[in-house]
């Protein structure tokens, strides 16, 4: 929400029936300005209608994965079998976390519900996130395993070329778990699940949450498939293309494909569908309107962490009532900002940088 919407919720809930007349006095502005921002905070969904019905759902739940990532970058070409000079950093990761630093960054309030370990690294997590503005406060610490560790490989374009993931911890990222929190989780505006979770926890949380509007990080193709039996509940999916294929048992090789592979989607009960094609661009329908768009490319310095952003901008630009293919420009810009860091998550990634790439940004139709 803008400032300007804050202060008139802060009106609305010392006084539900109040004018739209009393507000404009209230903030010294003209009836017609608190009369557009009435108008936008129904859309978003924040307030219901007249008296002014507050819906407290004020935040976003991230349900999924928090681990450290330690990153290999070589100097030259990677040298399979052999040592390559290089240079290696350690930095927070996990999906889940990662689209949770991503929105809070963009001014989201959000809540991370994930599992560390109580050692060093789960420390790490949990201070290093606070200081991001995650709410980490029902995060789940346990003592008999290591927090998750992802090990990259980086190939001379910076770019994933083998990884290994030390994740068994997410095993106690349970169905007891979920209840524990669901009062909190149950007033989100929107939950965003990754496939970390097994697929029973990933669909006893969809169904126990289903009255929300659920978005599905598929992760990898093995673990996309967690999602097949309840991937309809969802309300936007970003599945890559072959996690497509997997989900939608629809082979794609052009863009009759896609389209088909959205009808799919569509007829299961999705409503935004994004496939990401790579340096082909990406693909979008919402029912309505499909489009591929394409951007220029550009070389990262890390492209790891460019899928979360690109989750979390389309969180974010779903909550401010985006059309879908401004979502998808939005979305695009939060992924090219991530890109230009070799962090795994972009320190200066915000609404403003974003507009800025976006402004600049070269996008073509296909």
């Known amino acids: 929400m803008t400032q300007r919407e804050q202060e008139i919720i802060a009106i609305i809930r010392e006084n539900p029936f109040v ?14 300005s608190v009369a557009v921002h009435i108008t936008n905070l129904i859309k978003k969904g924040i307030i219901r209608g007249r008296g002014y019905v507050v819906d407290e759902r004020d935040h976003v739940s991230v349900i999924g994965g928090a681990n450290m990532d330690i990153m290999g970058y070589p100097f030259t070409t990677l040298r399979r079998g052999d040592s390559n000079p290089g240079q290696v950093s350690l930095s927070l990761g996990g999906v889940g976390r990662n689209i949770a ?35 980490m406060s029902h995060v789940l610490k346990i003592n008999d395993l290591g927090t998750g560790t992802y090990l990259a490989i980086l190939n001379g374009e910076n770019d994933m070329d083998v990884a290994i993931a030390s994740m068994d911890i997410f095993s106690r990222l349970d169905e007891k778990y979920l209840e524990d929190n669901q009062g909190i989780i149950s007033k989100s505006q929107a939950i965003v699940f990754d496939t970390n979770l097994e697929e029973k926890v990933l669909t ?15 992760v990898s193709h093995t673990k996309a498939l967690r999602a097949k039996k309840i991937i309809g509940k969802f309300h936007t999916i970003k599945p890559n293309r072959l996690e497509a294929e997997a989900l939608s048992g629809i082979k794609i090789t052009g863009r009759g494909d896609l389209d088909q592979a959205a009808t799919y989607f569509h007829r299961e009960g999705v409503r935004n569908v994004i ?3 790579g340096e082909e661009g990406v693909y979008y329908s919402d029912g309505k309107s499909t489009g591929i768009l394409k951007a220029e490319k550009v070389i990262p310095k890390n492209a790891t962490g460019a899928g979360d952003a690109f989750q979390a901008a389309l969180v974010y630009a779903n909550l401010e009532g985006m059309e879908i293919r401004d979502k998808l420009i939005f979305s695009m810009g939060a992924s090219l900002l991530a890109m230009d860091s070799y962090d795994t998550i972009n320190k200066e990634m915000s609404t403003a940088n974003i507009q800025k790439i976006i402004k600049n940004l070269e996008v073509t139709s296909c």
Do not use: P
């Not at 004018?19 to 017609?32: G, K, N, P, V, Y």
């Not at 991370?112 to 996130?129: A, H, R």
């Not at 006893?204 to 598929?218: H, I, K, P």
């Open 275 to 277: 496939i990401t094609l």
């Open 101 to 135: 630093e991503n929105l809070a960054r963009l001014g989201v309030n959000t809540k991370l519900f994930t599992v560390v370990g109580n050692d060093i690294y789960g420390d790490k997590i949990i201070q290093d996130s606070l200081k991001t503005g995650i709410d």
């Open 19 to 32: 004018s739209q007349q009393e507000i404009a006095d209230a903030l010294s502005i003209t009836r017609s």
């Open 204 to 218: 006893f949380g969809v169904n126990l949450f289903q009255d929300n509007d659920l978005y599905l990080d598929t």
